[in-house]
């Protein structure tokens, strides 16, 4: 396997992107962090990348931030300057790509690990899978999103559950929990998470970014005004498309329709 922390492979309009420290169950290292948030930024830029996949070599996905790293600080202002380098580019630039991200998650994902799944548009989890928040236990708070996102996947009291007591959640329950999208054996993760982005990939370009920011947008809004923003994004997608392009594709969403029926 190569040497590189990450790997990046493009295959047409998709992108799979492997955290590659499986020594370190792909602990997030400094290193990590910035190739991670690079790597996206790249990919962004690319015209023909629509969607990515992001997965961890070996039996992890991510066991968070790297602690070893961490506690080889000098002082704690060193410690401090090692856990957030790279951290926000990171952060922002999955933030900032445009398209779906599908985590495949293949082990574990802890702490910053399981930010990092959850900083994704949905989870595929192996029945391998297991998530936990152990910030309570390395006597952190989190910075990067999970306080927030876990209630909103999850509810409040479930997230209560898993960050103040640091306990795992296994695929089967994450999946009962709503947190993950479907749970599939080890060998079929990969392939399903291809085939889903395929799907993805397969629809109008510029109507899937669109159409995740318009979600993402309402979810952070008030009821009325996001039922607001959507009818006016719908109105002004219905004046750009004309009844010519829209006959073509209801030709081609039917033929699909009776070929997933056989």
């Known amino acids: 396997m190569s040497d590189s922390v990450l790997l990046v492979e493009r295959d047409d309009a998709i992108a799979s992107v492997t955290l590659n420290r499986p020594d370190r169950a792909n602990a997030l290292s400094t290193e990590l962090r910035l190739a991670l948030g690079q790597a996206f930024r790249e990919l962004e830029q690319d015209p023909q990348v629509r969607v990515i996949v992001l997965t961890g070599a070996g039996r992890s996905f991510c066991a968070g931030m790297d602690l070893e790293e961490l506690s080889a600080g000098s002082s704690s202002t060193r410690g401090f300057e090692l856990s957030v380098a790279g951290q926000r580019e990171m952060r922002t630039a999955i933030a900032d790509f445009s398209g779906p991200v599908i985590a495949a998650v293949n082990g574990a994902a802890a702490t910053a690990g399981f930010e990092l799944a959850l900083a994704c548009d949905l989870i595929i989890a192996s029945t391998r899978a297991k998530f936990l928040d152990t910030h309570a236990r390395v006597g952190m708070l989190p910075g990067w999103g999970l306080s927030v996102r876990l209630a909103r996947a999850i509810g409040v009291a479930r997230a209560k ?29 990969m392939d399903d998470a291809l085939v889903l982005a395929r799907d993805f990939a397969s629809c109008v370009p510029e109507v899937v970014t669109q159409y995740k920011q318009l979600i993402d947008r309402g979810y952070s809004m008030h009821l009325d005004d996001a039922l607001q923003m959507e009818f006016d994004a719908g109105v002004r997608s219905a004046k750009e498309i004309d009844a010519t392009t829209i006959a073509s594709r209801r030709d081609a969403i039917i033929d699909r329709g009776r070929r997933q029926d056989r």
């Open 161 to 189: 559950e898993l960050s103040l007591s640091g306990n795992a959640l296994d695929a089967a329950r994450a999946y009962e929990w709503g947190l993950v999208n479907r749970v599939v054996e080890p060998e079929a993760l």
